[in-house]
């Protein structure tokens, strides 16, 4: 079993506003994963999915993005790729590193990392497993900023076509494979 409580102890202060918002929207993540998992009849292992939401977003705290209490000195888009390697470097499951390395938007191939010019080391950060794509599909209901309420679906649809068709079209693929 992963200790992904421990892990966030490390990085996140006791107390803090960023380690609630982190708190929070993973756990919200979490708990519609494992919905998602049980309805579906998934079989993937609870725990796995659990520890899988709940470091996720472990690399936003090296992160610019004041709106969310992050003050590190990194891009926010680069928090997947981050949180990756803190969690590789700290001995933790290759799955979960990969959950973070693939879960940003829908998945980013190889094209729209130099398409769209995003700072973030060439590769393929585009979910294969079904573990990382039923975590990438929860992420996108869940902000860490605003009302950090659910999203409706047209919502998440929205956003996702902000970022091309090919990005809705993705999203779309992860809707027909979990949504309801």
């Not at 892990?7 to 708990?31: N, P, W």
């Not at 949180?83 to 973070?100: D, F, H, K, S, T």
């Not at 990392?113 to 080391?121: F, K, N, S, Y």
């Amino acid at each position: 079993m992963v200790d992904y409580n421990s892990f966030i102890d490390k990085y996140y202060e006791s107390g803090s506003r960023l380690r609630e918002i982190l708190i929070l929207h993973s756990r919200q993540v979490a708990d519609m994963a494992l919905a998602i998992n049980a309805d579906r009849g998934l079989g993937l292992d609870p725990a796995q999915v659990e520890a899988a939401a709940m470091l996720h977003d472990v690399g936003i705290c090296r992160c610019d993005a004041p709106g969310i209490e992050c003050h590190g000195s990194e891009p926010y888009i680069m928090h997947g790729v981050i949180g990756a390697r803190m969690l590789r470097q700290n001995g933790m499951p290759e799955w979960a590193a990969r959950v973070a390395e693939r879960h940003t938007g829908a998945g980013l191939s190889p094209q729209d990392i130099a398409e769209q010019r995003l700072p973030l080391p060439p590769g393929d950060y585009m979910p294969r497993t079904q573990l990382e794509r039923l975590i990438c599909y929860a992420d996108k209901f869940y902000s860490k900023s605003g009302s950090m309420e659910r999203k409706p679906l047209e919502a998440v649809r929205r956003s996702m076509l902000k970022h091309g068709p090919e990005t809705l079209s993705r999203f779309d693929a992860l809707h027909n494979e979990f949504g309801a």
